[in-house]
């Protein structure tokens, strides 16, 4: 089977719209275009409906009651919501908050906007496996601690948290556990009960839905979390998320909550691994000096980030023009400095610069993957001829001992 | 980011790519940049008694941008004096290939790279002519 090019390997960024989620969405944005909010003609009701239907799905997807979830323009605010709404209701109890350092922006400049309001925050340090340990949680919870904010599974490396373990020990001291869960919808079964979570982050996007919406959990049973809401307006959503309810991109993110949850049940998951396993292995098998960023072991299953020594990521992606994907390089970033998450990792700076992320997703073939392999392959091993670097270690040189000449 | 054509097609056909012998006399090598900083070239000149720049060689770790630096400036200077190859400013490189302003740095290392191979090239021939003949 023929490929068409180019071929779409960055599934952590988003995902291509499911055909399916189109056309559950396309009616409300023609015939079915009445405000949820009207209670007095059907054009409202219909509408109503669709959104109440949407609540159950992306509730069903995570253990929640529909009652939970809380609709949003994306994951962005709903790291907002929780994290700044959840600390201010709460701040009388103690200005404390725990996080890591290699958590999404959103949640990581929540908190930075939370200093200015006096709030104090640990940014937990990371192994060089990428994952949190909930001992190191437990070493940082004080009396003052308000709440923790640790991501399901991260969006550069895929690794994935143990967030039951987490859950349990902000549990037992009182602490409001917000978990980001955004790359890990559909891809690990999540169980907020069972997990003590007790604020979740969603977004339609990483999992085949649209952008510009999303979902905050906001647990109402033992122990009820309240919140301050960021934006004020009508009353909509229980009054923590004013504005007329856009009701197309519910559905969607409704319909993308059904498929995900499909997909862990259907064996999605195995195929989708399966082809990164193939990446990995054809590209191990053709190329030397490798390395894998973060646990292998507890990882995403769509998820590939590794080092190809030698040749800097940018050049690389340039040369592989028909795959999308990404990389760590400070020579792709506007600041450039490399990624800051395969930096608290405490990869070297010299591999984060040749770090590059593969995301495979729903619509990725074997055929796809067959290609990428031999496509990077043939561009790595021409950019290797080309580093002086490559060179050196070929002739013996440890780079180690070259007195370079930063700038 | 968006490219020029034509440093897409500096970095797709790079000119003069490889290695000349490091050891030879009428060879000035520079190595310049850092691994860490994620850019590194190495730029070779084979120079002639009358001071010309016979052949250019060089090998870049870095972004598109610094491989097409590279590239260009090897053709820049084939064929030409030493005076005109220290001469060259790296706003010549950066508007010849219209760098975006993030990538400007990479043809300063360029210029560099240019600056220190003439330098290597200087104290081989100062040592020779320091070395008495047999
Ligand atoms: C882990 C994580 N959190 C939050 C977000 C932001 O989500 P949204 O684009 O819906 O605002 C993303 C996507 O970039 C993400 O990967
Ligand atoms: S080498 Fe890093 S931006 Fe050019």
């Not at chain 1, 079915?32 to 509730?59: L, P």
């Not at chain 1, 059904?258 to 292995?281: F, H, M, V």
């Not at chain 2, 220290?86 to 300063?108: Q, R, W």
């Not at chain 2, 560099?112 to 320091?130: F, G, P, T």
Request: some cysteine.
């Amino acid at each position: 089977m023929a490929v068409t090019l180019p071929i779409y390997l960055d599934n952590h960024a988003t995902t291509p719209l499911d055909p399916r989620v189109l056309d559950e969405m396309l009616p409300y944005l023609t015939q079915h275009f009445g405000n949820a909010a009207s209670r007095n003609h059907s054009f409202g009701w219909t509408a109503n409906e669709a959104v109440e239907r949407a609540r159950e799905q992306v509730a069903a997807l995570i253990g929640a009651d529909p009652k939970e979830i809380i609709f949003t323009s994306g994951a962005t605010e709903s790291d907002n919501l929780g994290i700044i709404g959840a600390a201010r209701f709460n701040s009388k109890k103690g200005k404390h908050i725990i996080t890591s350092k290699l958590e999404h922006k959103a949640v990581l400049d929540s908190c930075h906007a939370l200093e200015s309001e006096g709030f104090e925050i640990t940014f937990l340090d990371s192994d060089p496996d990428g994952i949190v340990k909930p001992a190191q949680v437990e070493a940082a919870i004080r009396p003052d601690t308000v709440l923790c904010a640790i991501m399901m599974a991260n969006n550069e490396i895929g690794t994935i948290n143990p967030i039951a373990e987490i859950g349990a020990v902000c549990r037992r001291h009182n602490v409001i556990f917000h978990v980001d869960a955004v790359q890990a919808l559909g891809r690990v079964a999540i169980d907020v009960t069972a997990m003590n979570v007790d604020l979740m982050a969603i977004s339609a996007h990483k999992m085949y839905g649209p952008k510009g919406i999303g979902a905050l959990y906001v647990r109402r049973g033992r122990p009820r979390i309240r919140l301050e809401p960021l934006i004020h307006g009508g009353g909509h959503e229980r009054g923590l998320r004013s504005g007329t309810l856009p009701v197309h991109q519910i559905v969607g993110l409704g319909a993308a909550a059904k498929y995900a949850l499909e997909a862990l049940q259907n064996g999605e998951n195995d195929r989708i691994r399966a082809l990164r396993d193939r990446l990995w292995e054809g590209l191990q098998k053709n190329l030397d000096h490798l390395y894998i960023n973060g646990s292998w072991e507890h990882r995403l299953p769509n998820n590939l980030n590794c080092s190809f020594a030698y040749v800097e990521g940018e050049a690389l992606m340039m040369g592989i023009k028909a795959i999308a994907c990404s990389s760590g390089s400070a020579c792709t970033s506007a600041s450039l400095e490399p990624s800051y998450v395969l930096r608290a990792l405490g990869v070297d700076v010299e591999l984060a610069h040749t770090s590059m992320r593969f995301g495979v997703g729903r619509f990725n073939t074997e055929e796809e993957i067959d290609f990428a392999i031999e496509l990077i392959t043939e561009k790595v091993r021409w950019l290797r001829q080309m580093s002086p670097l490559y060179e050196l270690v070929q002739e013996g040189v440890d780079l180690k001992t070259i007195q370079w000449a930063a700038h | 980011m968006a490219y020029s054509d034509k440093l897409i097609e500096h970095y797709e056909n790079p000119r003069n790519m490889g290695s000349l012998d490091k050891n030879a006399d009428d060879v000035g090598t520079g190595l310049v940049g850092a691994p860490a900083c994620g850019d590194v070239m190495k730029l070779q000149l084979k120079i002639n008694d009358d001071g010309i720049i016979e052949d250019a060689k060089f090998k870049t770790f870095g972004c598109g941008s610094a491989i097409a630096s590279s590239s260009l400036v090897t053709e820049m200077v084939k064929g030409k004096s030493i005076d005109f190859a220290e001469g060259i400013k790296n706003t010549m490189i950066a508007e010849e290939l219209a760098l975006p302003p993030v990538k400007i740095h990479c043809s300063v290392l360029a210029e560099d790279a240019i600056k220190a191979a003439i330098a290597d090239y200087r104290k081989k021939q100062a040592e020779r002519a320091a070395t008495p003949s047999e």
